[in-house]
């Protein structure tokens, strides 16, 4: 086993988490002068130790225009975030604790702004300057329609290599690992000569691939990541509670275990570009997807704030993030009490995951099913065995989980 498949993360968005300027410019910290706010999510790694998490996967901390996925120097920490010396004191604080760091590469395109974008426009398609980017009729092409992001053409032999350097760079100063952001948008095969350049230095570096549909297995297979995101079962979970169809669950989870024989698919209810669980669902729905997430195979991941039942609404629209993305109070004690039951829930069943390693690869199977009652039999070895119910029944939300000889070992309403 690799040390991702002994990791449960918790993913933050550091922009946001900290109370960072929306917008570099916008006070003078966020233009050139560096403002330490990283050093804020050092005090919270005991809370996310506490929850039982030993992984931090932290979003965009390069220096960008707004929002972190519009870069413009992927060798410099974001002046609203702080310096190098700042990240490095984040990755020494995890170490010291056990936490894994995993970095969000954003790759696959750069702001518009970026030095390189525009030494390419001006030099024209064709041109040695403006191979670097990718052009539509004679024109850069913008990601999913996006004016202000230009795609990089990772096709490029020149281009692959300068990702790779970037990549080993900053696993040569203390990251674990890399989230590679729209890994899809160009196709697996351009991340093979990047990732075989980044394993020949560092062959323990853990990649996941962002993939939101398609064929995950071939993906992975073909790109050399380890593991992609799970979005299948992702939208399945919340689904299935909204309209009672624990159907739609069941069959996710049949295709979630075929994808087991193949990699170990990276997990979550939450993450920076989705609405809240506990907003789709409910705080009660929300701990039943967590029970699922916690009792099935996968490297699972925890977004800041499910563990506290925030609420949020992602909207299609500028700012349409913000709710999902909120800042944190300064440290964990001020965080308001209505969060506790929901965090205690959380603490219980990553607790219970860890005492059972072997649920990273369990295969599940159909006890009992119907629109509003479920349960599945998670297995490692046949002494490996947990069952799971989820109980929709009457309005309510339930969960229950008992060991191989059918006694509850854990509960929820």
Known sequence: MTWAEHAIFWHVYPLGFTGAPQRAGQTPDAGGTPYPRLRQLVDWLDYAVGLGLNGLLLGPVFASVSHGYDTLDHERVDPRLGTQDDLAALAAACRERGVRLVLDGVFNHLSADHPLVRRAVAAGPGTDEGRWIRWVDGYPRWFEGHPGLVEL???????????????????????DGWRLDAAYAQGAQVWRPVLDQVRAAHPDAWVVGEV??????GFVRDSGVDTVTQYELWKATWSSLVDGNLYELDHALGRHAALLDTFVP???????????????VGKDGAVL??????????????????DQGFEGVKEEREGGDDAVRPSFPGTPGELASWGEPV???????????????????ARTEAVTLSNDHYVYRATGTPEEVLEVELDLRGGGHRARVR???GQAIWSWG
């Open 153 to 175: 053409d990772l096709a490029q032999p020149v281009v692959a290599s300068r990702v790779a350097e970037v990549m080993t760079h900053w696993l040569d100063r203390g990251a």
């Open 212 to 217: 939101i549909h398609g064929d995950y297995a």
């Open 266 to 280: 990276q997990t979550f209810v939450g993450n920076h570009d989705v609405t809240r669980i506990a907003s789709r």
């Open 289 to 306: 997807a967590l029970t699922m997430l916690m009792t099935v195979g996968g490297v699972p991941s925890v977004y800041y704030g499910d």
């Open 343 to 361: 965090s205690r829930a959380h603490v219980e069943l990553v607790g219970l995951r860890r005492r059972h390693p072997w649920l990273v690869r």
């Open 403 to 405: 060991d191989g000889a």
